[in-house]
């Protein structure tokens, strides 16, 4: 019996010890990835970096979420959480620290301290933001340790984060433990399928869509034209970033397991996601007439989608307490 038992407990921490060595690989890769990307993205000097970036799609957001399309994430929560605008704040995968200077500058948050994984991005964040130390701080971590401190915020924010997070228990357990009573966790985050094994039929529509957008607007920086939307193998997911969408389809139900969920916004993207990557969506430049009525339609058809529900909403927007 004893010696069953010890052969149980060995055979669990060699499972356990393996999969921390996993973890701690994708860790250093996902690291090295979003460090590559910052380089990238300064040396490129993009104006929108996804298809959420870009004006006109912001705006037609904006309309269906809040009924106004110069009404804001930021006034929605500045209407709706007024007491945030005194609150200190963990912003999660904080990146460069872009969004999180808004947070502050449009005063949704009074303090935020931003966590990353890549240091290139910490690096920039700090230099960028030095002017508004006193309000912005980051620091480079991993989320998926879930070591966040002990009440210590009032809120936890997560845009574009919760999808890059491998080790969501220990995440989620992080979360609640590091929020005073009371606390909240705001996230705008991708929820689709998890590696982006995209389903037949959101590639259908996707490849529908793409057909409808003229070839020069579909041509990316080295000349090819972007014709056909795919699934990726889940290898090349891994070897791209072994944090994307690691485990995206779990998150929502990770969310009401641990919190109640006060408000849930569906922005949609599940199909401009696919089709106004980052190679084509700056070809669209938002002073051209023609190209905004392109994203409109786009936008348009996507929403009718939705609402029929033959797709699902692959991005929310979602308030919980």
Known sequence: MKKAFFRKVSNFLKINTHAQESLAVNTHQASAYWNQWQQQKVSQNLEWVDWGDHPTILKLIYQSLFGSAEKSVFHYLLEQYPAFANSQALSLCSGDGTFERLLIEQGV????????????????????????????????GDVNAGTFGHRVYDVVFAKAALHHVENLEAL??????????????????????????????????????????????????????????????????????????????EILDFIHAHFETVKIFDIGGTL?????TQEIINNFTSDNPHYNEILNRAFTWEQELLSRNEISSDFKFIIAS
């Open 109 to 140: 948050f009074n303090h935020v301290t931003g966590i990353d994984i890549a240091d290139e991005r910490i690096r920039s964040a700090n230099l960028q933001h030095r002017d508004l130390a006193d309000k912005l701080i980051f620091r480079a």
């Open 172 to 249: 989620f357990k992080g979360i609640k433990h590091c929020l005073k009573p009371g606390g909240h966790l705001v996230t705008i985050d991708f929820f689709g399928p998890t590696r982006f094994q995209w389903s037949d039929k959101q590639l259908e529509y996707a490849n529908r869509m793409l057909a409808q957008i003229p070839p020069e607007l579909r041509t990316k920086p080295n000349g090819k034209l972007f014709d056909t939307v795919g699934r990726p193998t889940v290898d090349e997911m891994i070897a791209m970033d072994p944090s994307e969408a690691v485990r995206s389809e």
């Open 272 to 276: 401009l996601n696919l089709v106004f």
